[in-house]
């Protein structure tokens, strides 16, 4: 690499610093550190452009394809935007040159950072869950509670749907995939089919459960399955690792980590001690009564649940805001909120520009997915 792409790498590094440093202390990331880092990505590839070592379609398709994932990263509740201004900048600013001895989808910027950024975060979190879990007292009683919430009753007819519906979205996305003609390694491709399936649940979200619903979705489901499956074997052999995969991510790993989560690390707050900033742990809904009263109910969620009338507060990264702390202290004052003890759930303050940095450092240290390097040593 040339001394040039040396000082953008060591650039995107200062802004991270910089970025981590006001992070820790104001859990704010500044404007002129975020988006001075998205105006000198940008300014980075016009000079890639010029200098011969890129092209406008790809810079397009960089500018839009980072834009969408740190979108995505904010819509589902996980950034900031702040975090995601951050992320965007350094998809932009480092050099194609840093991923030279890569190829096909694992050499595209946005997703090495995300690989570099989510999985480190994912496996510390959970090794901290399980070392919190280890010094639980009545782990039994714990996981006999997980066991019965999740495979009685609705709660089970509705994974039952989801893993339908999972395995629809998975057949459609591979039949995409074939009829764009990209072929992405196994394990970028089960990314793709995981991050469809959320997007999917999210986008719809806002629809009413009813059972035209479950029967227009579901039949979709089917159909697409049969019809896309060469043979009785091949759909049950599929049939069977969708199922282990489901199991596995959306029923074992997150309902039991969300479940470890809420325990270990959420505090419950009254609602007169919350403060500007605070990011609740839990959906709480206004649910209307057949005869026209109104009662309040929490739901624990993965993400942030987006705009609705009847959610009164989400798990939003930007956390509460004056009115809504003034909204819930009305409510507690009126008894609405009796049967929670007036309590909320609020989450641990984590500083995501230091995570992000981290995963900016393994970026350039082993120029790729980190696991790529591991792999090579092991």
């Known amino acids: 690499?040339?001394?040039?792409?040396y000082f953008l790498i060591f650039l995107a590094l200062i802004f991270c610093i910089y970025a981590s440093w006001?992070?820790?202390?104001t859990q704010k990331i500044r404007n002129v550190c975020s988006l001075g880092l998205l105006y000198g990505g940008t300014l980075s590839q016009l000079m890639a452009w010029y200098l011969g070592t890129t092209t406008p379609l790809y810079i397009l398709g960089l500018f839009f394809g980072s834009g969408v994932i740190a979108f995505g990263f904010y819509w589902f509740g996980v950034f900031s935007p702040g975090?995601?201004?951050l992320f965007w900048g350094l998809c932009l600013i480092f050099p194609l040159s840093l991923f030279r001895n890569l190829s096909g989808s694992l050499s595209f910027p946005p997703l090495i950072l995300a690989l570099n950024i989510v999985i480190p975060y994912s496996v510390g979190l959970l090794g901290y869950l399980l070392y919190k879990f280890a010094l639980m007292p009545n782990k039994l009683a714990l996981l006999r509670g997980f066991v019965m919430s999740n495979f009685q009753g609705a709660a089970l007819?509705?994974?039952?749907?989801?893993?339908l519906f999972f395995i629809?979205?998975?057949t459609a996305l591979t039949s995409l995939l074939k009829l764009i003609g990209w072929q992405p390694d196994r394990f970028v491709n089960l990314i793709l089919v995981l991050a469809a399936f959320a997007l999917a649940q999210k986008l719809l979200s806002p629809v009413p459960k009813t059972p035209v619903y479950y029967a227009i979705v579901g039949f979709a489901c089917v159909w697409l399955s049969i019809r896309s499956a060469p043979s009785v074997p091949a759909l049950l052999s599929g049939f069977a690792f969708f199922l282990g995969l489901y199991l596995m991510v959306f029923v074992i790993a997150k309902q039991l980590v969300l479940g470890l989560a809420s325990l270990a690390l959420d505090n419950a707050v009254d609602v007169n001690g919350l403060r500007i900033g605070m990011i609740p742990a839990e959906l709480i809904v206004r649910v209307a009564e057949p005869d026209g009263s109104v009662?309040?109910?929490?739901?624990?969620?993965?993400?942030?649940s987006g705009q609705d009338d009847n959610v009164v507060i989400s798990p939003d990264p930007a956390g509460l805001d004056a009115e809504d702390i003034a909204h819930l202290q009305d409510l507690a004052a009126a008894g609405a909120l009796m049967e929670f003890?007036?309590?909320i759930k609020i989450q641990p303050s984590i500083r995501f520009a230091p995570?992000?940095?981290i995963g900016a450092l393994l970026t350039v240290l082993c120029q790729g997915p980190f696991y790529l390097k591991l792999m090579q040593l092991f």
Do not use: C, H, P, W
């Not at 007819?157 to 893993?163: G, I, Q, R, S, V």
């Not at 009662?295 to 942030?304: G, I, L, P, T």
């Open 168 to 170: 629809g979205i998975a």
């Open 355 to 357: 995570v992000i940095s």
């Open 22 to 25: 006001t992070d820790l202390r």
């Open 341 to 343: 003890k007036n309590q």
């Open 295 to 304: 009662r309040y109910e929490k739901k624990q969620v993965a993400f942030s």
């Open 157 to 163: 007819l509705e994974k039952l749907f989801n893993l």
């Open 83 to 85: 975090d995601s201004k």
């Open 1 to 5: 690499m040339s001394v040039y792409e």
